[in-house]
């Protein structure tokens, strides 16, 4: 079952992370440079129907997998460990995602217009490296730890 759920959770942060590199570093840079919000808009359109489920996936694999190294949820956030710690940070860019995410959502996309990205840019380059800290912060399970 773990090698089913690594196997999942790992996909999963590929089709974010890359998702959010690909729009970050492809989609975004054409928008501004077009001065079109709707460039972005397209591809967020498409691109969440697998990226939210992706990150939904994340979220249930990631904390069975960190019950499953540490099955005492208080230890988490003692960073007592070099494993309670990685699992530490993990939520805290987790909750920093789900913050970036929900602030874009609620106040900066119903706003946005024709020329009014820089904003929305900040919060895409933002999200994109979160989430690749997050991957970088995930592969510290396997090589000991965030530090």
């Not at 498409?46 to 997998?65: D, K, N, S």
């Not at 230890?75 to 874009?104: D, M, Q, R, Y």
């Not at 959502?105 to 820089?118: I, N, Q, T, Y």
Request: proline share 5%; charged share 15%.
């Amino acid at each position: 079952m773990t090698r089913f759920m690594l196997t999942a959770h790992v996909l999963a942060a590929t089709v974010w992370a890359g998702g959010h590199l690909v729009l970050s570093l492809s989609v975004l840079p054409k928008a501004l440079k077009a001065g079109d919000p709707r460039i972005v808009h397209d591809f967020e359109s498409a691109y969440e129907r697998v990226g939210l489920p992706a990150l939904l996936i994340q979220v249930v694999t990631g904390v069975w997998l960190a019950w499953r190294l540490i099955p005492d949820v208080g230890a988490w956030f003692t960073f007592g460990s070099p494993i309670a710690t990685t699992i530490g940070v993990k939520l805290v860019l987790l909750a920093v995602t789900l913050a970036l995410a929900v602030h874009a959502r609620l106040r900066l996309v119903p706003r946005l217009e024709e020329g009014a990205l820089k904003p929305l840019a900040f919060h895409i380059v933002a999200i994109t490296v979160v989430a690749v800290l997050m991957v970088v912060t995930g592969v510290g399970f396997r090589t000991g730890g965030v530090f």
